[in-house]
């Protein structure tokens, strides 16, 4: 079973070619809006709002949407209940059938918020059915950072992958994500991405890695033929039999050895 949690830039879509099978909207909130028939012009609800919210249209006020935070402190102050909270409907979530097994993967709107909330709903949707279907494992595609969607996709896994580039930024953003797996408490192993391109930074992760005891499962080397597999919209195992392709496979027989 397969779940991509990276829903503000979703790309296991662009190499699976899924076919979808469902599709539902994400509700991520609510949002005012103002029932003009009933607006008095009064100007208490602006008064209340403390996000600029509402502005004035003529006879009555309207409420606009992208500023609205949907603390509905307008609603309560409305002396002549004009206003009211309507689902905010922040983007889509999908389950696909793909060459590999059904995908959970979603879209938020851009600009919308509660990212980690769509990803608990992409992996719950995904979990649900591994349960049914009695699925081996359920691999989540995580997304960058250390924020609300990643947190959300930690939770609850048996183990942790994390991708280490050998480069300044990637050995920083590297100790974040460690940081952050371990205060959840989730078992982490190391794989190094395009290990070849500075070998002195690279003997520093695998130092990093003895002082830390988290065992280093893949090192990969750099190929051109990932750029090609990407361009093809291909996973690379499936385009080459190269040193990155072999690479790659090794790390998968070593994970799987370490899941059973």
Not at 91 to 101: A, D, H, I, L, P
Not at 148 to 168: F, N, W, Y
Not at 231 to 240: A, K
Request: net charge negative.
């Amino acid at each position: 079973m397969l779940a991509d949690a990276d829903v503000d830039a979703a790309n296991l879509e662009l190499l699976l070619e899924p076919r979808r099978v469902e599709t539902h909207d994400f509700v991520g909130g609510q949002v005012a809006s103002a029932d003009e028939t009933h607006c008095t012009n009064c100007g208490v609800c602006v008064a209340a709002c403390r996000f600029g919210a509402l502005e004035a249209a003529g006879e009555t006020h309207r409420v606009d949407a992208l500023a609205c935070e949907g603390c509905a402190a307008c609603v309560y102050a409305c002396p002549t209940g004009a206003i009211s909270m309507v689902d905010r409907v922040s983007g889509r979530c999908f389950r696909s059938e793909t060459r590999y097994g059904p995908l959970f993967h979603a879209r938020l709107t851009p600009g919308q918020e509660n990212s980690g909330k769509l990803v608990t709903q992409v992996k719950q949707g995904a979990r649900l059915q591994a349960l049914d279907q009695q699925a081996d494992l359920l691999l989540v595609d995580g997304p960058p950072g250390i924020g609300c969607p990643t947190i959300a996709a930690i939770a609850g896994a048996d183990l942790a992958l994390l991708v280490a580039e050998p480069s300044v930024s990637g050995i920083h953003d590297w100790g974040r994500i460690l940081g952050t797996i371990r205060l959840f408490g989730v078992p982490a192993v190391v794989c190094i991405n395009k290990a070849d391109i500075n070998p002195a930074r690279t003997d520093q992760i695998r130092a990093l890695c003895a002082e830390e005891h988290l065992p280093l499962v893949g090192v990969i080397p750099f190929d051109l033929d990932a750029v090609e597999a990407t361009v093809r919209r291909r996973p690379l195992t499936e385009h080459s039999a190269g040193h990155a392709s072999a690479a790659l496979r090794g790390l998968w027989h070593g994970l799987r050895q370490r899941l059973e």
